[in-house]
């Protein structure tokens, strides 16, 4: 087997200050483009495609890999970005949880950044909210890289692995957040469990080509995915849209939610499946759709 993506996964623990509201996926996601360009760009307008020097830039690499990658990416391609987000559903309970599944050694080294951006909106944007904990989740268990009574972060958040669910014949997966795969630009209502691997495996490749990393196959003598049993349990389409000041359009964050249960020599995949609960499948990874949790 090859060696396995390098990510890491942050967990920002903050508190409300002020009474929330729900905040939409893309409201967080512009909020922390913004407060990027605030801190990383040196032009005046912020703007990558007039800048002379974005394919070095930080910001265009986690949020315009379009112009990071200028001259690598074919005609009418895209490459995915290298953080996974999951934004907190809204709660009035005070404390929340915000992570972000940095991918690629380069990506994990701007761990400063995030941090400070997400610091910087806590103070500036409403509802105002504090960092209580900053922590990653490790191979030996949870690692504290910030607490307010430190007063510093601990920059090496190590790595986080995958579980592998040695033995599995049976598991159930649960989606977290809408769930869009598509097939011929057209949305899958009924995956099997061999479309869900086949999106995995190919977000894994799209990953090792653009972040340099290895990504885990299937073993060799593995079972055909076709020949594991898939058992929807209450799926169906949620349809959700929002509209972006940003864009000044309406972006469809719609998808599958409920659980699917897989039956069958499953021990063969139980890595990418566990990949796919970090790295996330289908369209719309980059705004918090398909995060999944397996269940044994």
């Not at 430190?150 to 159930?172: C, E, H, I, K, V």
């Not at 190919?202 to 885990?216: D, I, Q, S, T, V």
């Amino acid at each position: 087997m090859s060696e396995h993506i390098t990510y890491s996964k942050i967990t920002f623990r903050c508190r409300w200050e002020q009474p929330p509201k729900p905040i939409p996926p893309l409201v967080w996601r512009d909020r922390f483009e913004w407060q990027f360009k605030k801190i990383c760009c040196i032009t005046v307008k912020r703007r990558c495609e007039d800048c002379a020097v974005r394919k070095g830039c930080i910001v265009p690499f986690l949020f315009r890999p379009e112009y990071h990658f200028e001259g690598v990416l074919p005609l009418r391609g895209s490459a995915p970005l290298p953080w996974v987000p999951a934004y907190p559903a809204f709660s009035e309970e005070a404390p929340f949880a915000l992570s972000i599944v940095l991918i690629g050694r380069k990506a994990v080294s701007q761990l400063p950044y995030w941090f400070v951006a997400l610091d910087r909106i806590s103070k500036t944007q409403y509802p105002r909210f504090s960092i209580q904990a900053v922590e990653s989740e490790t191979a030996d268990g949870v690692r504290l890289l910030y607490e307010p009574s430190g007063d510093s972060l601990f920059t090496d958040p190590g790595s986080t692995a995958p579980r592998t669910f040695p033995g599995a014949r049976r598991l159930r997966l649960d989606t977290l957040t809408p769930l869009r795969l598509l097939s011929g630009k057209k949305p899958l209502l009924n995956p099997r469990f061999s479309d869900i691997i086949s999106s995995i495996e190919h977000r894994c490749r799209m990953l090792k080509r653009y972040y340099g990393e290895g990504a885990p196959d299937a073993k060799p003598d593995a079972v055909p995915p076709d020949r594991v049993h898939t058992t929807p349990i209450d799926v169906r389409w949620q349809e959700q849209n929002f509209f972006s000041k940003k864009q000044k359009e309406t972006v469809s964050l719609s998808g599958l939610t409920g659980s699917f249960v897989f039956e069958g020599e499953l021990e063969p995949y139980g890595e990418l499946l566990g990949l796919g609960e970090h790295l996330g499948i289908g369209k719309g990874t980059a705004l918090g759709l398909g995060r999944y949790a397996i269940q044994a």
